[in-house]
């Protein structure tokens, strides 16, 4: 048959046909479908599909594609933040790069760019900051009757160094989990927030360390170092900013620089899950509040039980007569796991006893 020669084959007689015709070249061809296969055969790919099927696609031999095939689909850093907010309940929001100077003065922060002719007053200075940003955006809430806010702006503040993206989070009000319950934010679930965000972008070893700032609370502040590097901050507003602005409540915010966030973030290790049992043990320690860190039980306990520590939280905070005035207490778990054996009590006992030693010689003592 020559190439670009026209046959009528009935349908049933395609695949003989196929079988003993040579080409020689392009075949073109029209096949009759059955009226009863005319709803699943439609196109050419269709029919295709149904030649492979009857001719038996083992039969067709294998043949890798000529181009290599790149199998992970990479997201955009900042997608992932996003997705990771949002899965644990913030929304996002968008706000205006400037800010009016009498907000600025509540912030005790000044601006490095002034617009020479703004359009209003509220447009008059770039922002260092998105702190301000996202208090009035709870500022518009409250006024109308929406007291649980968490929200994050994925933005920029403006130095004279140039524009530096940044991560803002702001949170007040009740949290409402997906198993419906309603909790209020604290220092501890908005730290959890920050924590698990760093974690699941490969941040593993960061530290926490009290900070001082102009408009945060001056004992519910903190920084967040990877080694010498900066990442942020996050802490309580201070009530005389709340105060001023006429805010119904005292709102947790965070700030953090990503392009210093991207330079630490690590892709995740995934490592075997041990088919051995796992260890519990529970610890309290009571403390001078005005003295000692919750951050100093919880990087004593990765010192000490190394490789062996699976996790280390902290499950319960109490304060009141029992332990005395200004004292503290913080109760830990801590779960170990040795991915080729099981622990011993012994093994166990041994390194909760220098736990406990290294934490009475910083002036942590167990609470009995």
């Known amino acids: 048959m020559s190439s670009n020669s026209k046959l009528v084959i009935p349908y049933g007689e395609l695949l003989e046909f196929l079988k003993k015709e040579d080409t020689g070249g392009e075949l073109v061809f029209e096949t009759l479908v059955p009226a009863f296969r005319s709803f699943d055969i439609q196109r050419d790919v269709d029919l295709i599909e149904e030649i492979l099927r009857i001719y038996g696609y083992t039969e067709v031999a294998e043949k890798r594609p000529s181009l290599p095939l790149n199998t992970e689909i990479a997201k955009p850093f900042e997608e992932k933040i996003r997705n990771l907010l949002t899965a644990r309940g913030l929304t996002e929001v968008i706000t205006f790069p400037w800010l009016e100077k009498s907000l600025l ?14 359009l209003n007053e509220e447009q008059r200075f770039l922002r260092t900051s998105l702190v301000p940003s996202l208090v009035k955006v709870l500022k518009f809430n409250q006024n109308n009757f929406n007291r649980d806010v968490a929200i994050f702006e994925l933005g920029k503040v403006y130095y004279r160094k140039g524009e530096i993206p940044t991560l803002g989070l702001l949170a ?19 730290k959890g927030i920050i924590q698990t965000l760093l974690e699941k972008l490969g941040v593993q070893e960061f530290k926490v360390e009290p900070e001082k700032r102009e408009y945060m609370h001056p004992y519910l502040c903190a920084g967040i170092k990877v080694g010498d590097t900066y990442l942020g901050y996050f802490g309580k507003l201070h009530p005389e900013v709340v105060q001023k602005l006429e805010l119904s409540s005292i709102p947790f915010v965070a700030e953090i620089d990503l392009e210093k966030l991207k330079k630490v973030s690590k892709k995740p290790l995934y490592r075997a899950i041990s088919k051995f049992p796992p260890v519990r043990r529970d610890f309290a320690f009571v403390f ?3 003295k000692g860190r919750t951050e100093e039980i919880l990087e004593t306990a990765k010192e000490v039980f190394g490789n062996l520590l699976e996790s280390v939280y902290v499950f319960d905070i109490y304060r009141g007569e029992r332990i005395g005035e200004g004292k503290i207490s913080v109760a830990v778990r801590v779960i170990l796991r040795h991915p080729e054996k099981s622990l011993s009590d012994e093994e166990v006992n041994r390194l909760s006893d220098k ?14």
Request: aromatic share 16%.
């Open 105 to 118: 003065e509540v912030f005790r922060i000044d601006s490095q760019w002034e617009i020479v002719n703004p």
């Open 172 to 190: 007040v009000g009740r949290l409402t989990n997906h198993f419906g319950n309603n909790l209020e934010w604290n220092f501890l679930t908005f």
């Open 288 to 290: 001078e509040e005005s």
């Open 355 to 368: 736990f406990v030693g290294k934490m009475a010689g910083k002036g942590f003592s167990l609470r009995s």
